[in-house]
């Protein structure tokens, strides 16, 4: 096991002073080292993974240092064009070091979305000629920072599962609102009509929806519980909500999934479609992978979905509050934000959907009326 102390003094004494990433839960350790020690501008948490590539090739332009960018290996696909379009040896040739949590190992047992990336992380980093190393061993570290100054590109750091030894984050992101998420989701929940389906996000949400449903013995074909693919829920729900127009879609979305791809709002706004439903939980943070900051409540996503085109925008954060604002929904006409302000506190023991992804899949188009 590896101290993260370790880790991140060897990093920095091989020139490297600038962090950049989307945080991971087997990375956990080390970002909340990092979140704790980096100095101020020196350690971004980016919207994105290809983001996090682009800063890091801007701190090499601007210093002539490699930066460190820090992701799940389900990010690798968000970094495929920047690396290869821009910091490979063909283009311009920019020295940086990954390091990439290996979710889905093969033979580690995992959740069924990091099974396929799992198998295929090494294939990934081989095809692109990124140079890796599986880290057990923190001399290791100095080679892979001087073989990316040495080569003038990438190269990557692999963490397996348990590779980092424990560090409990203290700048933890914390907010006063009045409730926690899992109150927030049976508020909404509760209000909903029969007709009406859900896309949620990437997460702990999810699994407090899923545990909801059993809770109430709902069954979860009204649910389409978007367990991988970060990001890209509202997409998915303007999808369904063209071609079902006769029945209200909702996007369950966070705040890290938001920004990730925001982009996403003015594509959505752009079909004004009448029966799509954006619920936002905002509680500042990552939550599900360690309560790493986003900067969810420095912007203003109500804002943000107003100038995109949304035909409505709500916001609430006590009890009363979001009993009104769903009430208002009754009568409004999508596309519509509502964001609900939340704290953070999952319950520790969170469960996960018992029911498989491609049982999600056909109970959903099941209850959309859909024939595979
Ligand atoms: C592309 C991608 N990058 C990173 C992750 C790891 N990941 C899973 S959930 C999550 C946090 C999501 O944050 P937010 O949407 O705010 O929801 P919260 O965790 O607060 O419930 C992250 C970073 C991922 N699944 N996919």
Same mark, same amino acid.
Not at 174 to 203: W, Y
Not at 257 to 264: K, L, R, V, Y
């Given at each position: 096991?590896?101290?993260?102390?370790?880790?991140?003094?060897?990093?920095?004494? &091989?020139?490297?002073?600038?962090?950049?990433?989307?945080p991971? &839960?087997?990375?956990k /350790?080390?970002c909340a080292?990092?979140t704790d020690?980096?100095?101020?501008?020196?350690h971004?948490i980016?919207?994105?993974?290809?983001?996090?590539?682009?800063?890091?090739?801007?701190?090499?332009?601007?210093?002539?240092?490699?930066?460190?960018?820090?992701?799940?290996?389900?990010?690798?696909?968000?970094?495929?064009?920047?690396?290869? &379009?821009?910091?490979?040896?063909?283009?311009?040739?920019?020295?940086?070091?990954?390091?990439?949590?290996?979710?889905?190992?093969?033979?580690?047992?995992?959740?069924?979305?990091?099974? +396929?990336?799992?198998?295929? $992380?090494?294939?990934?980093?081989?095809?692109?000629?990124?140079?890796?190393?599986?880290?057990?061993?923190?001399?290791?570290?100095?080679?892979?920072?001087?073989?990316?100054?040495?080569?003038?590109?990438?190269?990557?750091?692999?963490?397996?599962?348990?590779?980092?030894?424990?560090?409990?984050l203290r700048n933890t992101s914390k907010n006063d609102c009045?409730?926690?998420? @899992?109150?927030?989701? +049976?508020?909404?929940?509760?209000?909903?009509?029969?007709?009406?389906?859900?896309?949620?996000?990437?997460?702990?949400?999810?699994?407090?929806?899923?545990?909801?449903?059993?809770?109430?013995?709902?069954?979860?074909?009204?649910?389409?519980?978007?367990?991988?693919?970060?990001?890209?829920?509202? &997409?998915?729900?303007?999808?369904?909500?063209?071609?079902?127009? /006769?029945?209200?879609?909702?996007?369950?979305?966070g705040d890290g999934?938001?920004i990730?791809?925001?982009?996403?709002?003015?594509?959505?706004?752009?079909?004004?479609?009448?029966?799509?439903?954006?619920?936002?939980?905002n509680n500042g943070a990552h939550e599900s992978v360690g309560g790493q900051p986003t900067i969810g409540f420095a912007?203003?996503?109500?804002?943000?979905? +107003?100038?995109?085109?949304?035909?409505?925008?709500?916001?609430?954060?006590?009890?009363? @509050?979001? $009993?009104?604002?769903?009430?208002?929904?009754?009568?409004?006409?999508?596309?519509?934000?509502?964001?609900?302000r939340v704290s953070i506190c999952s319950?520790?023991?969170?469960?996960?959907?018992?029911?498989?992804?491609?049982? /999600?899949?056909?109970?959903?188009?099941?209850?959309?009326?859909?024939? @595979?």
């Amino acid at each position: 096991m590896i101290e993260v102390k370790d880790a991140y003094e060897a990093l920095t004494n &091989s020139g490297i002073d600038m962090f950049t990433g989307v945080p991971d &839960s087997l990375l956990k /350790n080390f970002c909340a080292y990092v979140t704790d020690t980096a100095p101020r501008h020196k350690h971004i948490i980016a919207a994105n993974e290809g983001n996090a590539v682009g800063i890091a090739a801007g701190h090499y332009l601007a210093t002539g240092k490699p930066a460190l960018v820090y992701m799940q290996n389900s990010g690798l696909g968000n970094t495929v064009n920047p690396l290869l &379009s821009l910091a490979d040896e063909k283009v311009y040739s920019i020295p940086m070091v990954l390091m990439v949590g290996w979710r889905g190992e093969p033979g580690v047992h995992d959740e069924p979305q990091h099974v +396929k990336q799992g198998e295929v $992380t090494q294939a990934l980093l081989e095809a692109m000629q990124i140079p890796y190393v599986i880290l057990d061993d923190v001399a290791q570290i100095s080679g892979q920072v001087a073989l990316a100054v040495r080569r003038k590109a990438p190269t990557a750091l692999l963490i397996r599962k348990g590779t980092f030894g424990k560090y409990q984050l203290r700048n933890t992101s914390k907010n006063d609102c009045p409730l926690c998420r @899992e109150e927030a989701l +049976k508020l909404v929940v509760d209000q909903l009509r029969n007709s009406d389906v859900i896309v949620s996000t990437t997460g702990k949400l999810s699994r407090e929806l899923f545990e909801y449903r059993e809770a109430k013995q709902q069954g979860h074909g009204h649910d389409f519980l978007t367990v991988g693919s970060m990001g890209h829920s509202s &997409s998915i729900a303007l999808g369904i909500a063209l071609e079902q127009p /006769n029945r209200r879609v909702f996007c369950f979305d966070g705040d890290g999934a938001f920004i990730m791809h925001t982009g996403a709002l003015g594509i959505v706004a752009s079909e004004q479609p009448a029966n799509f439903f954006h619920i936002l939980f905002n509680n500042g943070a990552h939550e599900s992978v360690g309560g790493q900051p986003t900067i969810g409540f420095a912007i203003s996503a109500t804002e943000i979905a +107003k100038a995109s085109g949304y035909r409505a925008v709500l916001t609430a954060a006590t009890a009363d @509050e979001m $009993t009104t604002a769903l009430k208002a929904l009754e009568t409004l006409k999508g596309p519509v934000l509502l964001e609900l302000r939340v704290s953070i506190c999952s319950r520790d023991d969170l469960g996960r959907p018992t029911t498989t992804p491609i049982g /999600n899949k056909q109970a959903f188009m099941n209850e959309l009326g859909v024939a @595979e």
